[in-house]
């Protein structure tokens, strides 16, 4: 493993334990979620899922064009879907930044998974010694910790 992947597994373990710990609904769906983001940064499989999606339609379609633009499809649907969720706030008044950090980094997992050319370049730039994405993940990890631990102080979630 090269160190963003260690600092995925860190980030993303840190923003699930977090949110765990927070015990407030939606916490627990979005501990989960951070731990998935972890786990697939210590394995790196988006890496592999396109050619493995690629291999398994070139019988059908000959080419990827289809299937870009279904993932920039996909991208543009949960940039839309993060934007609403800016927009509006949480049904029982609680801050949502933790819900709003964990979309952005699927966000982000989904348009480093679409390889979309420029932006992989800029997504894998380095900038004081660590690529972007690696940067990005720090960031958004963070806030989630921040944002669900201070929504559980603030909610008094599992303080006995």
Known sequence: MDIVQWIGVWVFGAAAAACLVAGTRPWPLLGLANACFAIEAAFGWRRSLPATIRTAISDAT???GM?????????????????????????????????????????LFLVDTASLGGIDALLQREANGLPVIGWLWILLGAATVLAALSAARRSGANMR
């Open 62 to 64: 000959g080419s990827l």
């Open 67 to 107: 299937l870009h633009l279904a993932a920039l499809l996909v991208v543009i649907a949960a940039g839309l879907f993060v934007l609403a969720k800016l927009r509006r706030p949480a049904a029982d008044g609680a801050n949502s930044g933790a819900a709003t950090a964990t979309l952005l980094t699927a966000l």
